[in-house]
């Protein structure tokens, strides 16, 4: 699949088949974030493949938009070193988006889950205090096919400062 295909037609799924994601494609998922950039190039992430039902189970009760976890075959935490990047978020998002479009180009469907309660899921999976909890992304194959939406460009973008409309691209209406 070519980058910018993957990109327009990624979309979050929360709805996953059964069936287990093979190893070999773990371990391409997590080959893609490791390649990802980061702040001076520190690589201050770390990822914890979770596989088993009950772990699943427990931390998609910690999240408030997050149920559809617990039904996904795999998930994957990515967890940022606070003592080794002073972008925690930046690192680890960019890291969580390049498992996200591996998984796409899969053919796999994932979803970002917001651990907007930080501590429970961190208290289950063992990550230590001086570990940041960016994301935890429910992987598997899909099992539905969500909408393609998007707004206009000429509705957000502007050229020079915002406000602004006139630039060297016309968008279409």
């Known amino acids: 699949m070519e980058l910018l ?3 327009r037609t990624r979309r979050a799924i929360r709805k ?3 069936d287990p994601v093979p190893p070999e494609l773990i371990e391409k ?3 893609a974030a490791r390649w990802a950039p980061s702040s001076v190039n520190c690589q201050p992430w770390e990822f914890i493949v979770i596989t ?3 772990t699943k189970k427990r931390i998609s009760r910690a999240f408030m938009l997050g149920p559809f976890l ?3 075959p795999l998930a994957i935490a990515v967890a940022v070193d606070r003592l080794k990047s002073t972008c925690q978020v930046q690192d680890g998002s960019i890291a969580a988006y390049a498992i996200w479009l591996a998984a796409h180009d899969l053919g796999l469907g994932a979803c970002w889950v917001n651990p907007i309660i930080e501590f429970g899921v961190k208290r289950i999976l063992g990550i230590p205090v001086t570990k940041r909890l960016v994301s935890v992304l429910a992987i598997g194959y899909p099992d539905e096919a969500p909408v393609h939406t998007r707004k206009k460009l000429a509705d957000f973008v502007y050229f020079e400062k915002h406000g602004n409309k ?3 691209i ?3 209406e």
Do not use: Y
Request: charged fraction near 35%; proline fraction near 10%; charge should be negative.
């Open 5 to 7: 295909e993957a990109i």
């Open 16 to 18: 996953f088949k059964t």
């Open 29 to 31: 998922l997590l080959e």
């Open 52 to 54: 088993d039902p009950e």
């Open 70 to 72: 617990n039904q996904a």
């Open 166 to 168: 006139k630039g060297p």
């Open 170 to 172: 016309a968008f279409k």
